[in-house]
């Protein structure tokens, strides 16, 4: 079995990224399968800038299994491609509330799952990038945001 352990992508923003002024935290994700919506998260991320000053790096992690057992959903794959069969409904990405500097999430960039073999003791990464179609799913939700 495979556990989903973490997740790396890159974010656009709209503006250029003042970390002095923006605050940015992603949590809470949905995915569907079968007609069966999934919640999930991640207790822990890290956020670095990019090249690009308007664009930031996440590696969320520390997958959050209590609140992913709310919908049934234990982040664990016989392949870690199953989840590629998997369509998301919502990746959300705090960027304030209303007296805070605005700052809005243009385009997902790109988005890397990280799996770890739960079938051995020696850690061995496994890394796949979201399908086109997952990609093209979450940016449909920030451009409806």
């Not at 923006?22 to 949590?27: A, C, E, V």
């Not at 979450?138 to 945001?145: C, D, R, S, T, V």
């Given at each position: 079995m495979y556990k989903l352990t973490n997740m790396l992508f890159q974010l656009k923003m709209d503006r250029k990224i003042n970390p002095d002024i923006?605050?940015?935290?992603?949590?809470g994700y949905e995915i569907e399968k079968d007609g069966v919506t999934y919640k999930f998260d991640f207790c822990q991320s890290n956020g670095n800038a990019a090249d690009d000053d308007t664009v930031v790096v996440f590696d969320v992690y520390d997958f959050d299994e209590e609140y992913a057992k709310e919908s049934g959903f234990v982040g664990e794959f016989k392949d870690p491609k199953d989840l590629l069969g998997y369509c998301f409904k919502d990746f959300?990405?705090?960027t304030g509330?209303?007296?805070d500097a605005e700052i809005n999430v243009v385009e997902l960039l790109d988005l890397t799952f990280r799996f770890s073999n739960t079938e051995t003791t020696k850690f061995h990464p496994i890394y796949l990038k979201a399908s086109k179609k997952q990609i093209e799913q979450?940016?449909?939700?920030?451009?409806?945001?």
């Open positions: 923006h605050y940015l935290s992603p949590g959300f990405v705090f509330e209303d007296n979450i940016n449909e939700i920030f451009k409806n945001n």
